[in-house]
């Protein structure tokens, strides 16, 4: 990067540092409590709670790994934000209602009132380890790779630099958190959109169009793989994206697991009123439906730019002689221009540190108020939970820098490692969470089968060809033959089948223990909490809309 890059980096830098601590100052002239500093309980505005769910989202792991696999399988990939956006209404509407209305502030706690204390622990563990061990270390790794592939600079100054930024943002606590995100956001909108602008315009100017609609028009003309959204069987990106199973099975599995029963995530609308969450929930899917033009589609550009064998530095998209699809988004900024390369660099900057922050005070929550306050120091003051939710930061961003370069998150990506580990237990952790919110029979017994028995029905499913044929499951769409020849069952898949025998087995067991008198904690749960006002009803008919028709053009 040039001196001028350098100066707006800098400029972003001090503009978010700046406004954090006016944030942090303001708050500070009153004591702070738990639930000031872990939920920023009735501070956050809605455009607030939606630009913070968006900026805590999206990470490198979309920067690199999404625009990577939009290089390498075109616009399908986008399924994984479009769908997101659906989802995000159904959150709003069912589940965030059933949060509020029984004052429930982390998930272990939801898991504590509606089954039992054991669930909850053996749950909050669970999320503290997944949190640390795999997306707060795939994020910070991934992260630096990518800014120093960009900036030049070291990768251990910009891992520490990355950090060290993340967690003086989030040691002001969720309020700073939120209101610093909506400057992330911006930057990583107006930075994204600017990349893409600009990548569309290599593609036109290459084939003799002018400007981006005709960039567009060539990659669509050029590139028509690349532009559609379900995969037939024959496709060697089925296995990723298999076919209807994108619209009708796993990926609702993935995204309402994911949107709905993540700390990480729901955080940001539970110190909120409903109407204030439901709209900063409902602006999130609006802005969802605009990231694949910032991730993706930059993805496809290098892909036609790399194809037509111009504009791109072959040697940095094939280290070793070997095609890198990952390296197709730092790729891209390194042939920006002197400005608008700086511009990007911060919003690539803004999309780690955000997230970074957003997941570390998830973390610190979780630990503070369901393992600290409720089995180490029962008696903590509010001053004594929120130091030690800011310990918690510190102490986990070191575990993070410490252990990422040992896990192989490199030679995974990003994108698959989070999925790969998350998806063993998301079937089952969803399964425990949607009968709980909506069928008051379940039992704590049914729960424990959920956490434990989906984790083994996962692992069994992703080891089972190397037990057995499974090329009979390929004429039903369930199973396609990898690199080696071995019919597998693809990920999305495993997803929904170790869902589906949760749901069966739960409630079997919740109806057979409800026969022999036993009793289940039922939440408050009524029909009248799920009326929502008419302008987020006429939000999400929008939303639905416009996803029927890009799903309808990109088919």
Known sequence: MKI?????????????????FWIYQRKKQKQMSSKDYFLAEGSLTWWAIGTSLIASNISAEQFVAMSGDGFKMGLAISTYEWMAAATLVIVATFFIPVYLKNKIY???????????????????????????VVNLTSILYLGALAVSSISGIGFWYCMMGLAIFA?????GGMKVIGYTDVIQVAFLIFGGLATTYLALNLVSDHFGGHGVLDGLSFLREKAPDHFHMIFKKDSANYASLPGMT?????????????WGCNQYITQRALGADLKTARAGILFAAFLK?????????????????????????VNSMMPGGELRPDRAYPTLLNILPTGLKGLSFAALTAAIVASLAGKINSISTIFTLDIFKKHI???????????????????AMIIAIAISPF???????????????????????????ILGFFWKKTTSNAA???????????????????????????????????????????????????????????????????????KSNGLEVDASMFKVHPSFAVGSLLVCGILVALYSIFW
Not at 4 to 20: E, R, S
Not at 167 to 171: E, G, Q, T
Not at 377 to 395: C, D, F, H, P
Request: with cysteine; net charge negative.
């Open 407 to 433: 896990l192989g998150i490199d030679k995974k990506g990003g994108f698959e490692f989070i999925q790969e580990y998350t998806g063993f237990v998301s079937p089952g952790i969803f399964a425990m969470f």
């Open 106 to 132: 982390t998930m272990p706690q939801f898991l504590s009132q509606r089954y039992n204390g054991t669930v909850a622990m053996i749950m909050a563990v669970f999320w503290l380890l997944l949190y640390v």
């Open 246 to 258: 994108v619209l009708l099975g796993g990926m609702w599995i993935v995204n309402l697991n994911y």
């Open 377 to 395: 120091n029962l008696e903590a003051s509010e001053k004594k939970l929120v130091r030690t939710g800011r310990w918690v930061v510190i102490v």
């Open 289 to 313: 439906l605009l990231m694949p033009l910032i991730v993706v589609l930059p993805g496809i550009a290098v892909y036609m730019l790399y194809k037509e064998n111009t504009g791109i530095d």
């Open 448 to 518: 424990l089968f959920a956490t434990i028995g989906g984790f083994g029905l996962s692992v069994l499913l992703k080891f089972l060809p190397g037990m057995m044929d499974l090329s009979f499951l390929h004429d039903f769409g369930f199973s396609v033959a990898n690199a080696d020849g071995i019919y597998e069952i693809p990920f999305l898949d495993r997803m929904g089948f170790v869902f589906v025998i949760c749901i069966i087995v739960m409630v079997a067991i919740s109806l057979f223990e409800n026969s022999k008198g036993d």
């Open 167 to 171: 967690v003086i943002i989030a040691l």
């Open 4 to 20: 001028t890059d350098y100066i707006i980096f800098l400029a972003y830098f001090a503009i978010v540092a700046i406004y954090g």
